[in-house]
């Protein structure tokens, strides 16, 4: 048996294939077979002359997703997906599937979620699955190669890291425990024991809204440096996001290309990241700063109104087709490509207003945010609108980030901390901070976050026992694949997705 992805070693050759029928197209005398078989996507081609007729008439009503394993010949065609079609000349059905639920036409989010167990079979899903992969282990790469510990962090904590407000708690032999928030404050005691280390593992917030970035169960990336400050740690953040991103341009590229990524903006973010300061950040987005040349405000009023334009033209498109179905006399090859098409469209112009309704909120709340507080989904969007590459956003006010990090020596009403926001409205993937490495002052910030002293005993031993000035950040891999793929939302990023009002499949 042979794969798919490794049919160019077999080009005049007989191949076995195992796969599903991911689509069929029968013409006179030929079936069209795209065949999946999880290494990719292959046009194969039963000939009425090749075949017995009960064998010909069984293919010809094969249901979609019906599993089968075929044998042919490799040929090269450059015009099919992978570049190869496979001549059928036998094949065995291991089962004739059930009629699918998920068809050719446009389906709602909703019921596409309720079957992602099946949904994941879809070319566009494998394609971000792929991705998703080939980031993890670019991951490990990146880290591994330059003398990083992987090391793993427990997942039933007894401490709050990321403030009490979003944590899930649990039972654990009677005792409260929650479900770890990050890794990172045993992160922090690996790295006095290894130096360098990261974490990979499964984080849990409960976030009780609906957010295009909110799970409640995703995956972060945490490296702790010993003897690193928040400078060195911004260094290494910018080697690894661009080295990500130059592996997936690399070895993913046919994927995103199929996704719909438009790669010359990834390209263009392979290039040094701004920084700049929360103060700077405030300015930018209240318009009050040009990033450059371009303004905040104005841009998003520009595309405020190219949006309405964009509407209206689709609109028109939708009444055209609309008019010619009800005028009937149609085969119904036309009906249902029109019908398709108008459907599409109707998405399309929801969507477009879902935006254009968004933006008159984003102007309000640029123009009103208050210095001092916490950006928020829509500010990021603002922002990062703005800029090709991820941005750093670096020293914070103290008020609103985590007790850990190491107050500014100029100025301690502000911390050294750093958010990497991802270009084209995407918003946070990374926040990550210098620590605070004095013991008294890490325990009047714990104090001051009404976080109970005595859970967090361990974690100030490392400020006993030989403290040193170290760093780290968290990389959500969920927001980050959601960027390199442009896909509005984070459901799509995981096989499974767990998010307020989503436990299943
Ligand atoms: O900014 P956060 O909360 O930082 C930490 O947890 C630090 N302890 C990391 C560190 O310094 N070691 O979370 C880090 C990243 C965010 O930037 C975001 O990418 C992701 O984790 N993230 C989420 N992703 C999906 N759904 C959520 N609910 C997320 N919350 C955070
Ligand atoms: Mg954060």
Redesign the pocket.
């Known amino acids: 048996m042979q794969y798919i992805e490794e049919l160019g070693q077999y080009e005049g050759s007989e191949v076995t294939l195992k796969g599903w029928v991911a689509n069929r197209r029968n013409s006179k005398g030929l079936v069209f077979l795209i065949l999946r078989d999880g290494s990719g996507f292959c046009q194969c081609v039963v000939s009425a002359e090749k075949v017995d007729a009960a064998a010909f008439e069984e293919i010809e009503k094969i249901p979609l997703e019906s599993s089968l394993s075929l044998r042919g010949l490799v040929v090269k065609d450059d015009r099919q997906i992978g570049g190869y079609e496979v001549q059928v000349s036998g094949f065995d059905i291991i089962q004739e599937a059930a009629e699918y639920p998920i068809s050719k036409k446009e389906h709602g989010v909703d019921f596409l979620m309720d079957h992602r167990h099946l949904w994941l079979r879809s070319k566009r899903q494998w394609a971000i699955m792929r991705v998703r992969n080939r980031l993890i282990y670019a991951i490990h790469n990146f880290f591994q190669s330059r003398g990083f510990m992987q090391m793993d962090a427990p997942i039933f904590t007894a401490n709050a ?2 403030g009490t407000s ?1 944590l899930f708690e649990t039972d654990f032999y009677g005792q409260p425990a929650y479900l770890s ?5 045993y ?1 922090e005691a690996m790295a006095m024991a290894q130096g360098r280390i990261y974490t990979f593992g499964p ?1 849990f ?1 409960a ?1 009780k809204s609906k957010t295009r ?4 169960e ?1 995956w ?1 990336i ?3 440096m010993a003897f690193y400050d928040n400078e060195k740690n911004m260094d290494l953040i910018e080697e690894f996001l661009r080295y990500l991103i130059r592996d997936v341009l690399e070895n993913v590229r046919e994927h995103l290309e199929l996704i719909g990524r438009d790669i010359s903006r990834l390209e263009k973010a392979d290039a040094p990241f701004p920084r700049i300061t929360y103060d700077e950040a405030v300015q930018i987005l209240k318009g009050e700063r040009d990033v450059n040349g371009r303004n905040s405000i104005k841009t998003l009023e520009e595309d405020l109104k190219k949006i309405g334009e964009d509407i209206a033209e689709k609109k028109v498109k939708i009444d055209e087709y609309e008019s010619l179905l009800a005028a009937g006399g149609l085969k119904k090859g036309k009906i249902n490509y029109y019908r398709n098409t108008a459907d599409r469209l109707k998405n399309e112009v929801k969507e477009l207003e879902e935006k254009a309704g968004n933006i008159p909120q984003w102007i309000d709340s640029a123009l009103h945010f208050k210095h001092g507080n916490d950006f928020g989904g829509s500010d990021e969007t603002v922002i990062t609108r703005l800029f090709e590459t991820p941005l750093m956003v670096y020293n914070w006010p103290r008020e609103v980030k ?1 007790f ?1 990090m190491k107050r500014c020596e100029e100025d301690d009403r502000y911390v050294k901390g750093v ?2 926001l991802a270009p084209e409205g995407f918003g ?6 210098e620590r605070e490495d004095n013991l008294e002052l890490l325990l009047e910030r714990i104090k001051a976050h009404r976080l109970p002293p005595e859970t967090f005993e361990w974690y100030l031993d490392l400020r006993r026992y030989g403290s040193v000035p170290h760093a ?9 694949v959601a960027w390199i793929c442009h896909l509005p939302h ?1 459901r799509e990023t995981i096989p499974f997705p767990r ?1 307020y009002g989503r436990l299943t499949p």
């Open positions: 890291s990321e979003t928030q990050s890794g990172q404050l992160g984080t917030r976030e970035r909110h799970l409640s995703f972060m945490e490296p702790e985590a850990y958010d990497v946070e993937i990374i926040g990550g901070a780290g950040f968290g990389l959500g891999l969920e927001r980050f984070v998010m």
